[in-house]
Structures are given as structure tokens and as C-alpha cells.
């Protein structure tokens, strides 16, 4: 472990890391190759003179690092990315829709025009005559449940 104590190592890692970067992008790996001229300084100063100081400081420098590079990123390069619903039901409640085929009295299907096409349509048993407006309730496998809107 005595070559872990030698300043010619860290400069080989750091290179190594540095040219890794050119292949893998993304800054970590020149991250750690700037950790390792880090120790490479400690080296030479000979502050770190144990294989276990330098390898601790290594992984230290390199941790500070990275999470320097994070914030760095969150705060100059974040998108303005946002996350919809995923869930269209969620979504589809309340929605108005044009009824073009009668719905109902009971259980009786009819058809309403909701997203530029035409679904099957359920009321909660009243009747709700063609032409009317209604307000989608939720979907129930590939029909929609509605109520007549006042």
C-alpha cells in the first residue's frame, strides 16, 4: 500500500479520471480526478502520510466535491420540467361533454362526445336527452359515467 503514499500515483488517477470524463461524460469522474490532485497536493506537502489518511481524504474531497457539482447544477442548469397527472380519471372529472345519443333511463348506454371522439356513456339511472350538456362523473372501464349538468 506504499505506492497509495506517492505523488506520481495521484497524478496517474487524476489523468486517468480526466480522460475516463471524455468517454463517460457527465463530471463525476473529472470530479474525482480533482480530488485525487487534491490528496496528490496532500502528498507532496506530506500532511497525508498514511494509506488510510490519503484514501479517507480521497473519498471526503471527492464526496465534497460531487455535491458542490449538485448544487451547482440544481441551481444554474435545473429544467422547468414539471410532472402532470398521471392518472387520466383524475383528470377527465368534471369535464364537460356534448350527449349525442340518449342516455339512459336505467342502465341504458348512450354516447357522448368528449376529446374529439365518442365514448360510451352511463348516467346514475335519470335520462339525459341527446343534445344536452353533462359533466363526466369518472370512467368506468371504456365508458364514461355522467350526470346532467343543471
Known amino acids: 500500500m ?19 470524463e471524455i468517454f463517460v461524460p457527465g463530471g463525476i469522474l473529472l470530479n474525482l480526478g480533482i480530488a485525487s490532485i487534491i490528496v496528490a497536493v496532500g502528498v507532496h506537502q506530506q500532511y497525508l502520510d498514511t494509506w488510510v489518511l490519503t484514501l479517507t481524504t480521497w473519498f471526503i474531497s471527492a464526496s465534497i466535491l460531487l455535491f ?8 444554474f442548469l435545473s429544467s422547468d420540467q414539471r410532472i402532470d397527472n398521471v392518472y387520466e380519471e383524475v383528470d377527465i372529472y368534471g369535464k364537460d361533454v356534448l350527449v349525442t345519443e340518449k342516455i339512459g333511463p336505467g342502465n341504458q348506454t348512450g354516447r357522448v362526445e368528449f376529446q374529439g371522439t365518442t365514448w360510451t356513456a352511463l348516467s346514475d339511472g335519470s335520462e339525459i ?15 364514461l359515467l355522467v350526470e346532467k349538468t343543471v
Open 129 to 143: 336527452p341527446a343534445g344536452n350538456h353533462a359533466s363526466i362523473v369518472c370512467k368506468e372501464n371504456i365508458s
Open 68 to 75: 458542490i457539482a449538485y448544487l451547482i447544477t440544481e441551481r
Open 2 to 20: 506504499d505506492f497509495l503514499l506517492l505523488l506520481e500515483t495521484w497524478l496517474i488517477i487524476a489523468v486517468i479520471f480526466s480522460l475516463a
